[in-house]
């Protein structure tokens, strides 16, 4: 990716991590010479502005070894095999026809609860960007063909169809069902 490969990366991470653990050792030894030479660990603490824990585990490096190895290694949660994502399990509407759909094109609409609950269920249609967005949300939320039927227009579909963000799986059973969708996809790209 751009001229560089993982191996450089995990160079870099690599020699990070050998020079902040060397540093570390350094620093640690360091305090212990000065915690040595008479310094109390509250004073250590004050000057460095470290906490005291740091200063604790640099005066005894196994108790840092101890804290570290003592940290939960929490395995990364993976779904089980079975796992089937929502997108692919929720259940979208389809209209029998594009010519059906003879849903409003202009002025202002509110959509009722069951399709948008966000709060902002007002759409003023004459604009391009609000359109689009009551008819994505219609068309992942419709319970029913009357939903569709009520609130999308066929031939405003059509238009607005390359520019709407849809899941894969909705798109997909749209454009089975109409051919007209994707070729609208494909013109506009």
């Not at 990716?1 to 993982?6: D, R």
């Not at 570390?24 to 360091?30: K, S, T």
């Not at 915690?35 to 460095?48: E, I, N, S, Y």
């Not at 395995?75 to 389809?94: E, L, T, W």
Request: aromatic share 8%; glycine share 6%; net charge neutral.
């Amino acid at each position: 990716m751009g001229g560089h490969t993982e191996d450089e990366l995990r160079g870099v991470i690599s020699e990070y991590q050998a020079t902040r653990n060397a540093a570390l050792a350094r620093r640690d030894a360091q305090l212990r010479d000065f915690h040595a030479a008479g310094w109390r660990a509250v004073d250590l603490q004050r000057v460095t502005g470290y906490s005291r824990e740091t200063i604790r585990q640099a005066l005894r490096p196994e108790t840092r070894l101890a804290a570290n190895n003592s940290r939960r290694k929490t395995p990364v949660a993976r779904p089980p095999a079975d796992y089937v994502s929502y997108g692919d399990r929720k259940q979208y509407v389809v209209a029998d026809t594009l010519d059906e759909l003879c849903g409003p094109t202009s002025g202002t609409v509110v959509l009722p609860h069951h399709l948008d609950w966000s709060g902002n269920a007002e759409y003023v249609l004459d604009r391009p960007a609000r359109l689009a967005s009551m008819y994505r949300t219609v068309l992942a939320e419709a319970g029913s063909k009357d939903d569709l039927r009520s609130w999308l227009d066929g031939t405003s579909l059509v238009d607005c169809w390359p520019t709407l963000w849809l899941p894969a799986q909705l798109r997909n059973l749209w454009e089975s069902r109409f051919p007209e969708l994707s070729a609208a996809r494909a013109a506009a790209a």
